[in-house]
């Protein structure tokens, strides 16, 4: 048995590294190996990176353990398919049990922020309200939140679009938008001097995307924080009800196991993702008491609705993101949202099906003429995640009723693209379906059903299946993130979501996790005793 | 929509669907007699020999895939690269060897449907690999519109081979797509964020 010494710098005067992170590579290890810490977190995303750098500035011990590998920002290839392949969960090939949703999450060293648009969205305050009404999560004010969220946005840069970042693809949803009447506003983006390269799903290869690998991370780690990557966490231990550290495998590129590794920490921070985060806790068979861990997914199914246009587009140039539309955000007026968006040459691809051979040649001939629209709807939780032997599942097929939301989305999407002078509007289906004009738009979706592999849909957005509330009998955390079953056990990644937000989520989840981080803070007697009062950063 | 999803789309398939399409499958071929069946599955492909190298492809599927390509990247006399200079069964080979395991016994299975569906389904008599491009187009395209097996199928084998082909460099000049740039324009890193200055005081 080896035992490591981690050592912990202390985190008075620290400074971050300029570029790159220091990073404890899982497949240089062998053997066993044992750690101890204050903090063990499950996961460098959203919520894990928050929690890491928050509680190391608060004089903690945290090791942060990433399953994915560390993959510096100088080596990513701005070629999508080869992204997909390195920096994606399953090399971007997560789907649910039908296989008509592909379910998108980083599995790198800064998970899904690394990978993500950067689209930047509080949580709007009609769906903290409902949190409060149905789950009890009377502290989640919009007041409580302002401070988190006015705090995040500082430390990412985040920012309205300026007119620059506006492309060609979402000018045109700007001019459908106001052609018709409906709301349309520049995204807020977390970026620093966007490069316009319109590669943000590779990665940003210049350090422009404020993800967590060039923030929170590396200020984690001038705090002392030890993160290691290519470790999986396959067990939360427990004892008397209390967490106590965690089992993790080392892998190598093949995926071998080289090491066995053990963590000793009386707080574990699960912050894994909505997939992986409940996974774990149903393979340690920990924090389940109301039978509702993996229950609850949902997951923002969102659609590519394109449109041929009468002049070239070149919808892989500029800033990925510009504008959206938000005129049917509240669930009154439909409950969702549109995105104008670039893609790429392989995605162009995949977002409908133009027909076979020459028609499909036909298709691409005319690629540069066109733009899309990604549509964001406000799901029910009808999902969920669970172990199907040694495999995960991940069960979810569109309620009705999201069907039909669905369909309004479609529908309005196409709308906006005629008033923007659209010649054709691409079906996002695998019938081969298109729209001439806005009086055909009815008569073609009414040939849609919602049935599995008729719509082609992508999920960025998994969320819900560890939900907060007040009530232990339905939900498995409690509003300050920890399990209502064992003490020290936290969650802080999307998975505490109890209902879909609509807009993207990782404003939502970094406010959380830093709300979350604090109210740890504050407990921290109740695990560490008083030797831990007072050590840390104070302001 | 992303690379991957073809291959992603075969764990739709549970062996309980396969089990029950083949059933339904073995019963139409029965009324053509066992015999002819067996007959007729045989292809003269199966006599052609394949590359060495394959990571992932069977020597059925390679010819499947070849196929396929063949017939819905029909490229000579139009502005794209050659379907032959791009390296799109070897691509397809690279993206299925990244498979789970278990996600790629099923599509193994699965392509195997697809392959020998055009038996019993459209009554041709031959496998998919046998037919002529106008009979193979017309199960591509009858199968996109069939049942949930059916889509999955079809989607499947075209999304792969889109992929493995636009994936490629050398076909971006002639849909004018940049493909990576920030090298090519120079773009210098912004390195990691300075620390939070205004850190707020803990309670």
């Known amino acids: 048995m080896k035992t490591e010494k981690v050592f912990f710098s202390d985190s008075v005067g620290a400074?971050?590294?300029?570029?790159?992170?220091?990073?404890?590579?899982?497949?240089?290890?062998?053997?066993?190996?044992?750690?101890?810490?204050?903090?063990?977190?499950?996961?460098?995303?959203?919520?894990?990176?928050?929690?890491?750098?928050?509680?190391?500035?608060?004089?903690?011990?945290?090791?942060?353990?990433?399953?994915?590998?560390?993959?510096?920002?100088?080596?990513?290839?701005?070629?999508?398919?080869?992204?997909?392949?390195?920096?994606?969960?399953?090399?971007?090939?997560?789907?649910?049990?039908?296989?008509?949703?592909?379910?998108?999450?980083?599995?790198?060293?800064?998970?899904?922020?690394v990978v993500n648009g950067c689209v930047s969205f509080r949580t709007p305050d009609f769906i903290l309200r409902d949190w409060q009404e149905q789950f009890g999560l009377s502290a989640l004010t919009p007041e409580e939140m302002e401070p988190y969220f006015r705090k995040v946005e500082r430390n990412l840069s985040i920012e309205e679009n300026a007119g620059h970042e506006i492309a060609r693809h979402s000018q045109l949803a700007l001019a459908g938008a106001k052609a018709l009447g409906w709301s349309v506003k520049p995204f807020k983006r977390n970026i620093r001097d966007c490069a316009l390269t319109g590669h943000c799903l590779s990665g940003c290869k210049t350090d422009r995307k404020q993800s967590m690998l060039v923030t929170y991370l590396p200020w984690a780690v001038a705090h002392g924080a030890k993160i290691f990557s290519d470790v999986t966490v396959t067990q939360v231990i427990s004892r008397a009800g209390q967490a106590r550290g965690v089992i993790a495998e080392a892998k190598d590129?093949?995926?071998?196991?080289?090491?066995?590794?053990?963590?000793?920490?009386?707080?574990?921070?699960?912050?894994?993702?909505?997939?992986?985060?409940?996974?774990?806790?149903?393979?340690?068979?920990?924090?389940?008491?109301?039978?509702?861990?993996?229950?609850?997914?949902?997951?923002?199914?969102s659609m590519y609705v394109g449109a041929r246009?009468?002049?070239?587009?070149?919808?892989?140039?500029?800033?990925?993101?510009?504008?959206?539309?938000?005129?049917?955000?509240?669930?009154?007026?439909?409950?969702?949202?549109?995105?104008?968006?670039?893609?790429?040459?392989?995605?162009?691809?995949?977002?409908?099906?133009?027909?076979?051979?020459?028609?499909?040649?036909?298709?691409?001939?005319?690629?540069?003429?066109?733009?899309g629209l990604v549509t964001l709807i406000?799901?029910?939780?009808?999902?969920?995640?669970?172990?199907?032997?040694?495999?995960?599942?991940?069960?979810?097929?569109?309620?009705?009723?999201?069907?039909?939301?669905?369909?309004?989305?479609?529908?309005?999407?196409?709308?906006?693209?005629?008033?923007?002078?659209?010649?054709?509007?691409?079906?996002p289906s695998t019938k081969p379906l298109r729209i001439r004009s806005v009086e055909e738009i009815d008569q073609v979706l009414s040939e849609l059903s919602n049935a599995p592999q008729v719509l082609r849909m992508v999920s960025y957005h998994p969320q819900g299946t560890c939900r907060m509330g007040s009530d232990p009998d339905r939900s498995?955390?409690?509003?300050?993130?920890?399990?209502?079953?064992?003490?020290?056990?936290?969650?802080?990644?999307?998975?505490?979501?109890?209902t879909s937000i609509i807009v993207n989520p990782q404003v939502t989840v970094y406010a959380l996790a830093s709300r979350i981080a604090d109210q740890l803070i504050a407990r921290r007697e109740q695990y560490l005793g008083n030797a831990s009062k007072g050590s840390g950063e104070s302001g | 929509m992303t690379s991957n999803e073809p291959t992603a789309l075969l764990q739709a398939m549970t062996r309980r669907r396969f089990l029950r399409w083949l059933l339904y499958s073995a019963a139409a071929?029965?009324?053509?007699?066992?015999?002819?069946?067996?007959?007729?599955?045989?292809?003269?492909?199966?006599?052609?020999?394949?590359?060495?190298?394959?990571?992932?492809?069977?020597?059925a599927e390679y010819h499947l895939f070849r196929r396929a390509a063949a017939v819905l990247l029909p490229t000579e006399g139009r502005v794209f690269a050659p379907l032959a200079q791009i390296p799109v069964l070897e691509n397809i080979d690279s993206m299925l060897a990244l498979l789970a395991p278990a996600v790629r016994d099923e599509l193994s299975i699965g392509l195997a449907l697809f392959d020998h569906g055009a038996l019993v389904s459209g009554w041709h008599g031959k496998r998919f690999v046998d037919l002529n491009n106008a009979q193979a187009l017309d199960y591509f395209d009858r199968w996109a519109t069939g049942n949930t097996i059916q889509r999955t199928l079809a989607t499947v084998v075209k999304k792969m081979v889109y992929v493995a082909y636009w994936r490629d460099a050398n076909t971006w000049p002639a849909i004018e797509f940049d493909g990576p740039v920030s090298d090519r324009w120079g773009l210098a890193s912004l390195g990691n964020a300075p620390l939070p200055t205004d850190q707020e005081k803990r309670s």
């Open chain 2, 29 to 59: 071929a029965s009324t053509c007699g066992v015999v002819a069946f067996a007959w007729m599955k045989r292809s003269p492909l199966d006599q052609v020999a394949v590359p060495v190298g394959q990571q992932s492809l069977s020597a």
């Open chain 1, 15 to 113: 400074e971050a590294r300029k570029e790159g992170l220091d990073v404890t590579q899982g497949r240089t290890l062998s053997g066993d190996v044992n750690l101890s810490a204050d903090v063990v977190v499950v996961g460098s995303g959203a919520g894990g990176a928050v929690m890491a750098y928050e509680l190391a500035r608060a004089g903690l011990r945290v090791i942060v353990l990433e399953a994915g590998p560390y993959v510096p920002s100088s080596e990513f290839s701005e070629d999508f398919t080869e992204s997909l392949e390195r920096l994606y969960a399953d090399h971007g090939s997560q789907t649910n049990k039908d296989g008509d949703l592909l379910v998108l999450q980083g599995a790198c060293v800064g998970g899904s922020t």
């Open chain 1, 476 to 498: 498995v955390v409690a509003e300050h993130g920890e399990s209502h079953d064992i003490s020290g056990l936290y969650v802080a990644d999307a998975s505490l979501l109890p």
């Open chain 1, 378 to 427: 406000h799901d029910h939780n009808v999902g969920r995640i669970g172990w199907d032997g040694d495999n995960k599942r991940v069960d979810y097929q569109l309620a009705d009723v999201d069907f039909d939301s669905m369909l309004r989305a479609i529908k309005a999407a196409a709308q906006v693209h005629f008033a923007a002078g659209a010649e054709e509007v691409f079906v």
């Open chain 1, 253 to 301: 590129s093949s995926g071998t196991t080289v090491a066995n590794i053990r963590v000793d920490a009386p707080i574990v921070v699960a912050a894994a993702g909505a997939v992986q985060t409940p996974l774990l806790l149903l393979r340690s068979d920990l924090a389940n008491g109301s039978d509702q861990v993996g229950r609850n997914f949902a997951c923002h199914p």
């Open chain 1, 309 to 371: 246009y009468p002049e070239p587009v070149y919808a892989w140039r500029g800033a990925l993101l510009g504008v959206y539309i938000d005129e049917f955000l509240p669930p009154e007026k439909g409950g969702f949202i549109l995105e104008a968006g670039g893609l790429g040459a392989v995605e162009m691809t995949l977002i409908t099906e133009p027909g076979s051979g020459e028609a499909f040649l036909d298709y691409m001939e005319d690629a540069k003429y066109y733009s």
